[in-house]
């Protein structure tokens, strides 16, 4: 255990809320801050902040190129936007913008990923945004985070709002989640969380796999394997120092996210040891496909983005030597 303490509660949570209340509150105390949407109030839950503060609610509908060239305008005219969108749709349709207006004029917006990874599950590889972390993480001066629950969430949001002054890239996540940091945790940049200590093996995890990640250490405890297991909600930057101690220390790394296995966490991992202090790293998640059709659940477990699915990759990796 670390200094930040895991709690462990059966109690499912939508990120969403924690982000809209965040955001509200900010805006209580900062009139600069203003939300950019497009047509997707309710799904961003921000219905509340639109009713409080109507004049600073800017809707311009399904037009997600022009939502965040409207943020980036917005921001230099003193404001701070958050731009609230799809992950699929403000990842790939407003890439241009975001790499240019947002990151290349180092722009002061938080860009708010909602519903990303496999969460639109029903609603097929068109609403998917499996490759949204991969390709933010290469954008030059972009701040790239993928929160595990509420808290996280919550403490990440407002980090990007009141502390950072460029361009962040935030997902927000509608799987429901259990809490699994302290209601103190404090976010960081390019700092991971050690929610469970072990010698023999390191995984890596942040968003919706996280808690399967621990799921999965608990029962390979039970087998006699000794798992640490970091919560990395900052993949850019990210925290060399605790992955190298990782590989340092433990001798081999599986790193699980909702995304795809190449690029994204996983590739930043990777990329790391194999320079630094190269060992076995087994990367979980989408594989070279378009993910299909079908429930978040049923997404997840196909790709062994489970309890299950990184347990049995930790005990191959082990069976490696």
């Known amino acids: 255990m670390s200094t930040t303490e895991t709690t462990e509660t059966t109690a499912l949570y939508d990120c969403?809320?924690?982000?809209?209340?965040t955001v509200e509150q900010i805006a209580a105390t900062d009139e600069r801050v203003v939300a950019v949407v497009n047509d997707s109030v309710g799904s961003a839950k921000l219905g509340a902040f639109a009713a409080r503060f109507p004049e600073r609610l800017i809707n311009v509908g399904i037009a997600e190129q022009n939502q965040v060239g409207v943020a980036a305008g917005l921001e230099g005219g003193g404001r701070i936007p958050v731009v609230s969108c799809a992950g699929s749709f403000l990842s790939a349709r407003a890439m241009e913008q975001v790499k240019i207006d947002a990151a290349y004029s180092y722009r002061h917006m938080v860009l708010a990923a909602q519903s990303?990874?496999?969460?639109?599950?029903?609603?097929?590889?068109?609403?998917?945004?499996?490759?949204?972390?991969?390709?933010?993480r290469v954008i030059p001066g972009m701040t790239v985070i993928v929160p595990a629950d509420p808290v996280q969430t919550a403490a990440a949001?407002?980090?990007?709002i009141a502390e950072h002054d460029g361009p962040t890239?935030?997902?927000i996540s509608r799987m429901k989640v259990p809490a699994v940091?302290?209601?103190?945790?404090?976010?960081?940049?390019?700092k991971a969380t050690v929610l469970r200590q072990g010698q023999d093996l390191t995984i890596v995890s942040n968003g919706t796999a996280?808690?399967?990640?621990?799921?999965?250490?608990?029962?390979?405890?039970?087998?006699?394997?000794?798992?640490?297991?970091l919560s990395m909600a900052s993949v850019k930057p990210l925290d060399e120092q605790a992955v190298m101690d990782a590989a340092r220390q433990t001798g081999r790394i599986v790193v699980a996210e909702e995304g795809m296995a190449a690029g994204g966490l996983g590739g930043a991992v990777a990329e790391l040891v194999s320079?630094?202090?190269p060992v076995p790293v087994t990367r979980i998640g989408v594989p070279d496909v378009f993910a299909p059709t079908g429930s978040e659940e049923w997404l997840m477990d196909r790709f062994g983005i489970s309890a299950g699915g990184i347990?049995?990759?930790?005990?191959?990796?082990?069976?490696?030597?």
């Open 275 to 277: 320079a630094g202090h």
């Open 157 to 160: 949001v407002r980090w990007a």
């Open 116 to 136: 990303p990874g496999l969460a639109y599950g029903q609603l097929g590889s068109t609403h998917h945004s499996a490759e949204d972390v991969a390709w933010m």
């Open 210 to 229: 996280l808690h399967r990640a621990l799921a999965a250490a608990a029962a390979l405890e039970g087998q006699g394997v000794s798992v640490r297991v």
């Open 181 to 190: 940091h302290a209601p103190d945790y404090s976010f960081t940049p390019g």
């Open 16 to 21: 969403r809320d924690a982000f809209a209340t």
């Open 169 to 171: 890239y935030i997902r």
């Open 311 to 321: 347990a049995a990759a930790a005990r191959d990796l082990l069976k490696r030597g």
